[in-house]
C-alpha cells in the first residue's frame, strides 16, 4: 500500500508528493525552478463506460501511488478520486486525465514505454496507453484478492503481481492470462516486488516482518535499500547474484520517521523524513560504510524548495498508510471449543445419572415385571 508521502527519482529529476500535490525539481546544480501540481483541482469525469450522466467519483485528490518511466520521460499517479494522470516531464505537462475503474495501490511502465499497468484494490491490473493518452484501459489479467504491487520484466515479456494471499504470480504480457508461474514461500502478504537491474533473472520481494514499502536499488555496487513500514531504520543490502541472496551490510538509523528513499545513480541515497528542518538526507558509501554527507549547494537547494512547499506533506504526516491492517487475524477457538465439549460431555453423563433406576443390594439394578408389585416387610 502507497503512502500519501513519497520520494520518486529519475537521473536528476526528483519528485516529492504529499497530499493531493506534488513538486518536481532536479538534483543537477542549476534548473528552471519547481513544477507544482495539485490534483484536487485536476479536471473532473464521469466514470468510463457509464454515461455522460454518471455521477462524478468523490474524493479529495490524495495521491496513492506515482512513477517514472525508464528514461525519466514521463510520470504518472493515481489519486484516490480514482484518476490516472500521465505527466511529459521534459518540460513538464500534463498529457491527460483518466478514470481507473477502483482506488489503484500500485503502477509501473513497460519498458517500451508503451504503456501503464495500473493495479488496483479488487485485484485487477488495467493497462493504458502513453502513446494515445486519452484511451480506455483494457482489463489484462485479475487476482482474487487485493494487489499490493506489480512489476514488469525488463524485456517486456512478463507481468509480475504480488497480492494479499501470499502469492507472487508471473504471467505472459502478450496473454496475460496464461499463467507462467507462482513465487510461493511467504506466510504473510507481499508488500513490495522489484527486479534487479543488473540480474534479469532475479526478482526482489518483501513480506511478513520485514514488509518493505520501498526497495531501491543502485547499479553501482548492486546494492539494495529497504525502508520498513516508514520506520527511523534503512536496511542496506548487497546483492549476490551467485548465491541468489542478499547480504545484510548497514543500519542506517535516523532521528526521524523515515518516509521514502530513492537512488540516485550520480549522487547516492536520498532518504525523505519527517523533520521540516532537514526534510532531505543525502547519503553516500565512505570507506565501505554508508553515510551521511555534509551539506552540499544541491542538497541545500533540494531542502530550501521543500522548506517552502513544506504545508503539502504536514497534512499528509498523521495518514496512516501502514501494513497493520493486511496481517493475518489470529484466532484461538480450540480453547473455547474444548470447554464447550467438556460441558456437554458432563451434562450427558447427569443426565444418563438422573434416569437411570437406583441399583439393588449386589451393586446392580433390578429390572421389575409387567404386574409385579413390591413386597415390603
Known amino acids: 500500500m502507497a503512502g500519501s508521502v ?14 493531493s500535490r506534488f513538486l518536481a ?6 534548473d528552471d525552478g519547481p513544477f507544482i501540481y495539485d490534483c484536487s483541482a485536476a479536471e473532473q469525469k464521469p466514470q468510463e463506460n457509464k454515461g455522460e450522466d454518471a455521477p462524478l467519483v468523490q474524493g479529495s485528490g490524495v495521491i496513492l501511488a506515482s512513477t517514472f518511466s525508464k528514461s525519466g520521460s514521463y510520470f504518472a499517479l493515481t489519486d484516490d478520486s480514482k484518476r490516472l494522470i500521465l505527466f511529459r516531464t521534459k518540460p513538464w505537462q500534463c498529457l491527460s486525465v483518466r478514470t481507473v475503474a477502483r482506488r489503484c495501490t500500485a503502477l509501473t511502465f513497460t519498458a517500451s514505454e508503451e504503456k501503464i499497468l495500473v493495479a488496483d ?8 496507453s502513453v ?11 485479475g487476482h482474487l484478492s487485493m494487489l499490493l ?15 494479499r494471499d501470499e502469492k507472487i504470480r508471473v504471467s505472459w504480457a502478450a496473454a496475460p492470462h496464461s499463467i507462467e508461474s507462482f513465487c510461493l514461500g511467504h506466510t504473510e502478504f507481499v508488500s513490495r516486488i522489484s527486479m534487479v537491474p543488473t540480474q534479469p533473472g532475479l526478482l526482489l520481494s518483501s513480506s511478513g516482518r520485514l514488509a518493505a514499502s520501498r526497495i531501491a536499488f543502485w547499479c553501482q555496487e548492486n546494492c539494495v535499500a529497504l525502508l520498513c513500514d516508514s520506520t527511523p531504520v534503512v536496511y542496506i543490502f548487497r546483492v549476490d547474484a551467485g548465491r541468489q541472496q542478499l547480504v545484510d551490510r548497514q543500519q542506517l538509523a535516523f ?34 560504510q554508508w553515510q551521511s554527507v555534509p551539506e552540499s549547494a544541491v542538497l541545500r537547494k533540494v531542502s530550501a524548495v521543500l522548506h517552502r512547499n513544506w504545508a503539502m506533506m504536514e497534512g499528509s504526516a498523521s495518514v496512516d498508510a501502514s501494513f497493520s491492517s493486511l496481517y493475518k487475524a489470529t484466532f484461538d477457538n480450540m480453547t473455547s471449543y474444548l470447554r464447550k465439549k467438556e460441558e456437554r460431555l458432563q451434562q450427558q453423563l447427569e443426565k444418563k445419572r438422573r434416569q437411570s433406576p437406583p441399583p439393588g443390594p449386589n451393586g446392580q439394578a433390578k429390572k421389575m415385571r409387567p404386574g409385579e408389585t413390591a413386597l415390603s416387610c
Open 25 to 30: 525539481t532536479s538534483t543537477a546544480s542549476s
Open 149 to 163: 504491487d506489480v512489476a514488469v520484466s525488463p524485456d517486456d515479456c512478463f507481468i509480475l503481481t504480488a497480492d
Open 6 to 19: 513519497g520520494l520518486a527519482l529519475c537521473g536528476q529529476t526528483l519528485v516529492v508528493r504529499g497530499g
Open 121 to 128: 484494490k479488487s485485484g485487477d491490473v488495467y493497462s493504458f
Open 131 to 141: 502513446l494515445e493518452p486519452h484511451g480506455c484501459g483494457q482489463l489484462e489479467l
Open 255 to 288: 532521528q526521524h520517521q523515515v518516509w521514502d528513499v530513492a537512488f540516485e545513480e550520480t549522487q547516492g541515497l536520498w532518504v525523505l523524513q519527517n523533520c521540516r528542518e532537514a526534510p532531505l538526507v543525502l547519503c553516500r558509501p565512505v570507506g565501505g
